[in-house]
């Protein structure tokens, strides 16, 4: 052998004795000698506490999975036990978390390239306390070293998988307790079985909520997913192999729910689906869920079929943030698509159907996070919508349907409008551009209006309904709008024109209005300040104008409509019977609440009623007199004016005792009558079915040029 060989033989032997040493030490070191060491640069990395108390030990395996030389290169598999990480000082508990164990692999060979590779790491049996103060301090932010320079080493990790274990959380800012438990179940559950129940059971709760009609409304949903897509995109292994329970409370509501999860979650490979399904109670409110979620190392995606139902969509504003009306008791269920950004995150509930009250409602909404407020977006359709489940709006529903939706402002006995204050505060916490249509409108059996269209524009506080329009009894009731929830009080305004209402379609089930053929037209303008309807309504300034002609009217028919201080007029006035009406006309002007009578006046077949005096809105007063001029001598009891006094819910309705001498019984002053009836023929115009003269044109030319009642000599 040459000397050249030699050396290089005696090279290679001691290399080769090295490396079996290095591995005979390795194999043969004691890693909790290493514990102090990792305890302290963890600390310090986290800035609290951390220990590992139990055993730190290594075991080599080769990764069989691996190609090349990963194949046959033994990696190692570390273990440490009985890990404990501390709380900061404020917190009531100790520990932030314990583990029984933490197990993960480590690959060798990147740590050459300055790489930490972690393919798999398994949390065991971990115990985790969460509490944030009042002060916004979370035990889950960590104090991490400032360094100005970037770290030379990079941080891949693969996998993470978990056992049971327990969670607490005590959130004083959002005013959360619960407690969370998750247990191994007994078999995996594939995806699609998880799927099916899921929409079994929250289509049950809609049916209890809303009624039978919802469970029907959310299959068809459903049944649209599924046509165009698998809701999730699970992958023929995606399975559930974990459940979990969480009881607690919730803004001081009851919190209750449970669900499965997978049993690992993908922190590199965003096209591992990880399956979720949650199923909860808070309050009366229910959402439930089913999906997945992928990439969570970036915040992720959520991909699920998302359901809501409770008493009042208002209260979900505390679990979701975004402002929603108050509404009758409701269900939905959608496809909800989520792209989660810290600060900028996309939510899409898409192809959503659901129940509101007696309503159906369908559409797509989009909520986008960032910028100075989060906004709310999107298309809204009802085909059919109960007049009714609109009064939550407002206030205006019962009392006990107050309470159900849980609103404390109870509307007073005497009280006719509604006092119930609007959710102002709420609306500045989001913007919102979203349309809404509906195809048609009932209210009740006899009441159909044709249509609603609104394009509703929330942008800081300032609310606007523009345009806010109906279809309605063959003609159309255009209006706008404004509420600035921004200031305080309240400002509010509202322009509105009804044009050629159809009085034969307005009462389709009313009798004597199927051979009528006249029209309603009106026009309002009205400026306000207040938090309710009432205070808006008795701050009001601004004019209301209203014209009819060729209709008919009775007591009977003013009860459907729900006008309750006409139908009492027209009882005193000619009982229950069916009085035809040539025209009749109003002219209101409102300051501070108070609407003055300029013209009120009624030509009917047996009369002529003029009308005068104040409705005051801000104490709902009435002080009204109305006072008949007979045609002929046919109705003998229309001879006496009647007075209106009371309120707008309870009138009083009587005779006066004697003429009313201060104010004439049969005329009406050129300079008072004038100038209103001038303002109404500007409403007159042709029928859209009928030709020919409107009957409240000769009523009104003769109230302008003359200032006196029409003729009521002979009998009509």
Known sequence: MTRSRKIVAWIVGVLLALIVVLVIVIALFDWNRLKPFINDKVSQAIGRPFAINGDLTVDWKRERDGGGIAAWVPWPEFTARDITIA???????????????????????????????????????P?????????????????????????????????????????????AVSSIKLKVAIEPLQDAIPYDQIVAQQSTEAREQASKTVGAAAKKTLAISADKDDADHKIGKPRASTAYLFGWTATGTYQGNPAKGHGKTGGVLALQDASEPFPLQADAHIGDSHIALVGTLTDPMHLGALDVRLWFSGTSMAKLYPLTGITLPDTPPYATEGHLKATLKKGNSRYSYEDFRGRVGGSDLAGNLLFVTGGERPKLSGDLHSKLLQFSDLAPLVGADSNASKQRRGDATAQPAGKLLPVEPF??????????????????????ESLPIDSLSTHLQLNDGLLRLNPLRFGLAGGSVGSTLMLDGSQSPMQGAIDLNARHLK????????EPMRTSFGEINGDAALKAHGNSVAALLGSADGELKLLMNDGAISKTLLETAGLNVGNVIIAKLFGDKTVEINCAAADMAAKDGLFDMRLFVFDTSDAVINVDGTVDFATEQLDLDVKPHTKGFRILSLRSPLYVKGTLKNPNVGVHAGPLLARGAGAVALGVVAAPAAALL??????????GENTCRAVLEQLRQSGKMPSTKGTK
Do not use: C, Y
């Open 87 to 125: 709380n900061p000082e404020w917190a009531e508990q100790p520990r932030f978390a314990t583990l029984q164990a933490l197990r993960f692999r480590l690959s060798p060979l990147p740590l050459l390239a300055h790489r930490i590779d972690v393919p798999w790491l398994q949390l065991v049996q």
């Open 127 to 171: 115990t985790v306390d969460l509490q944030r103060d009042k002060q916004s301090r979370a035990t889950w932010d960590f104090t991490l070293p400032k360094s100005s320079a970037p770290s030379a080493w990079q941080l891949n990790l693969g996998t993470i998988g978990f056992d049971r274990g327990n969670v607490t959380l005590d959130d």
């Open 423 to 444: 959710r102002t505060d709420r609306w500045r916490a989001m913007d919102a551009d979203v349309k809404f249509s509906a195809d048609r409108i009932v209210h009740g």
């Open 503 to 510: 009085l034969k379609q307005l009462f389709p089930t009313f």
């Open 682 to 691: 500007a409403l007159i115009a042709p029928s859209h079915d009928e030709e």
